[in-house]
């Protein structure tokens, strides 16, 4: 089976499984709402502090949803007893991590997807001409999380304290894709063009790249056992 | 060879001791609490020695499956966390009353803040993994992530904010302090980097005397 | 402005105790392992004395 053929596998079987059992997704549907009325709560009534803070908030969901998403990747692995298969799976490894990867950017986005247009609704947000620029800032900062949630996933899977140790190591590695795509949200929303905030685009490129290209080197490592 | 180690720290820790408080001048504006950065800066740049060791011995690491890079990141990793940590703590006490406030989010003391989460990150996930083997492979795939990203979390905080003082030390022009500030502050800083090599050293010893007894 | 002693023996202070605590935790595992190690060496050599019949201490003859 071709590197390609091998990671579609992966990602497909990911999707579908998804698909059938919905509970990472409704688990995150449910979260994003929930995330919607404490906001609301908290902030709804000022709309300039609104403004003010809807950037910090709308990734603050973002990142607590990428957590929830992130941390239960290998989670069918290792419930169902397929850790070993991923184990002895035959050929390039990191073929698995692209697989994992490709599922786990199409669930986060469509939970971004979801939270935004929430946001939009309930506090009735005009988002017009910043939609194009936010698309990309929002890809890009996705992917970043993504990247890096996946190995570390991988990492910690079988690792006691899981769900404590997998947040600590990945918020502060993140920090940069986190400030980029606040700061970038933050002047988009304020109407600036995708120009305006191109050094931000760039370190995210610059970031994906990297963290891309070093999960791919060494997802076979962390795979060996 | 850790006991020379050793002994050239003590001696240059003292001798660094001395210059801080019997050569170095009280300075102008601030007074003697500016003593402080005789402490505090070379704690956090021996920390960067840490650092950037501890990615070099994971590299080796996950090459060549060598378990004394393995250990001489673990070492690293342990020294550098409390270096940095130290540095942090300094700092804070030395703002306090020069800036007023024990903390300031500005780029400097933010990237340093997560610099120690990160790296007190790697040595909780050894902690964590029990089997030496996984640990050692693990660590260092963490070691290599998390020092590539040191250069996007300057550059992303950098640009987020300005604060600190701009670096003297470092700046393209040169020193320009006087040179009763800048030799206390260089004898420390050996001082330090030495610490830095004993710590390490004898860690390292320790570590292999451990995987010894415990085979 | 005011020296500021106290911040300056504050900070030196904290240094100088943390780093003596890490050194003598170094101290106190190398014993530990020391221990460790000889009663490892001590372990290994009674295998050689393995096929001859233990005497009871009490019955064992003096040695010479």
């Not at chain 1, 970043?144 to 991988?154: D, S």
Request: contains cysteine; aromatic residues 10%.
């Amino acid at each position: 089976m071709s590197y390609a053929r091998r990671a579609l596998a992966v990602a497909w079987k990911d999707l579908a499984v998804e698909r059938r059992s919905k509970e990472t997704l409704n688990a995150l549907v449910f979260f994003s709402l929930l995330l919607l009325f404490v906001f609301q709560f908290t902030l709804g009534g000022d709309r300039e502090r609104l403004a003010a803070v809807l950037p910090g908030v709308l990734w603050l969901g973002f990142v607590l949803s990428a957590l929830l998403a992130l941390g239960r990747t290998f989670l069918v692995e290792r419930e169902h007893d397929c850790w070993e298969g991923l184990l002895l799976a035959p050929g390039d490894k990191s073929a698995i991590y692209l697989g994992k990867l490709a599922g786990n950017l199409a669930l986060m986005l469509l939970v971004e997807t979801l939270v935004l247009g929430l946001f939009v609704v309930f506090f009735d947000i005009d988002l017009g001409r910043a939609l194009p620029g936010l698309l990309v800032v929002v890809l890009l900062g996705t992917l970043g999380l993504a990247a890096v949630g996946t190995l570390f996933a991988a990492m910690t899977a079988n690792v006691r304290a899981r769900e404590l140790l997998f947040p600590v190591l990945l918020l502060p590695v993140q920090v940069p894709v986190l400030l980029a795509t606040v700061k970038a949200t933050e002047s988009l929303l304020l109407g600036e063009p995708l120009g305006a905030v191109a050094h931000w685009v760039k370190l995210l490129a610059a970031a994906d790249t990297i963290y891309v290209v070093v999960s791919l080197l060494t997802f076979d490592v962390v795979l060996e056992g | 060879m850790v006991r020379i180690f050793g002994w050239f720290a003590a001696i240059s820790l003292l001798a660094g001791l001395v210059m801080a408080f019997g050569v170095a001048p009280r300075e102008v504006t601030q007074g003697n609490v500016q003593r402080i950065m005789y402490v505090h800066v070379p704690l956090i740049l021996a920390s960067y020695v840490a650092f950037v060791l501890l990615a070099i011995a994971s590299l080796v690491y996950l090459v060549r499956r060598d378990p004394r890079a393995d250990r001489v990141a673990h070492a690293s990793g342990e020294v550098g966390v409390i270096f940095v940590g130290l540095g942090i703590a300094t700092g804070s006490i030395w703002g306090k009353p020069t800036w007023g406030t024990w903390w300031t989010w500005d780029a400097r003391l933010t990237s340093v803040a997560i610099l120690f989460v990160m790296y007190l990150g790697y040595l909780l996930l050894r902690g964590t993994i029990e089997d030496p083997e996984r640990a050692a492979r693990y660590s260092a795939v963490l070691g290599i992530v998390a020092a590539l990203d040191i250069p996007l979390v300057h550059f992303s905080v950098y640009w987020w904010r300005t604060l600190h003082q701009p670096p003297s030390l470092m700046k393209p022009g040169g020193f320009t302090g006087s040179t009763s500030i800048l030799w206390p502050l260089l004898v420390n800083l050996l001082a330090f980097v030495l610490l830095y090599a004993y710590f390490v050293a004898r860690r390292v010893r320790l570590l292999r005397a451990e995987a010894e007894a415990t085979a | 402005m005011p020296d500021n002693w106290g911040f300056v023996a504050a900070a030196y202070g904290l240094t100088a105790a943390v780093l003596l605590i890490y050194w003598q935790r170094l101290v106190r595992r190398e014993r530990e392992v020391a221990t460790l190690q000889r009663l490892n060496a001590e372990r290994s050599h009674e295998p050689s004395r393995a096929g001859h019949p233990r005497p009871e201490p009490a019955s064992r003859p003096p040695v010479p």
